[in-house]
Nanobody, 123 residues
Framework: QVQLVESGGGLVQAGGSLRLSCAAS????????MGWFRQAPGKEREFVVV????????SYADSVKGRFTISRDNAKNTVYLQMNSLKPEDTAVYYC????????????????WGQGTQVTVAS
């Protein structure tokens, strides 16, 4: 089992950058693919990006490709989301999640979730 805690959210102007972190407890962090999802008010939770267990593969949603970068440090039990060129439509609560298998864009495939961190992009 793994527990996840996100941090790094906040208010930023359009065009700015933020770096989210997700710290995981437990000794099995490197066994999980790690994903980021987001949920804007009144909208469904949507897939943002996923990284495999050792960082060799990544899959991005088209809406963030070229602007967001996911990485992980298994020695620190942490996954990161670097967000550049932020747009107002990126405003949402961002969640990290752990999955047994890499590649799914469906939130139902993820087994563990953090509590979320708010990202607000002002125009």
């Amino acid at each position: 089992q793994v527990q996840l805690v996100e941090s790094g959210g906040g208010l930023v102007q359009a065009g700015g950058s933020l770096r989210l972190s997700c710290a995981a407890s437990g000794r099995t962090f490197s066994s999980y693919a790690m994903g980021w999802f987001r949920q804007a008010p009144g909208k469904e939770r949507e897939f943002v990006v996923v990284i495999d267990t050792y960082g060799g593969r990544r899959s991005y949603a088209d809406s963030v490709k070229g602007r967001f970068t996911i990485s992980r440090d298994n020695a620190k039990n942490t996954v990161y989301l670097q967000m550049n060129s932020l747009k107002p439509e990126d405003t949402a609560v961002y969640y990290c999640a752990a999955a047994y298998n890499f590649g799914s864009t469906s939130w139902g495939a993820y087994n563990y979730w953090g509590q979320g961190t708010q990202v607000t992009v002002a125009s």
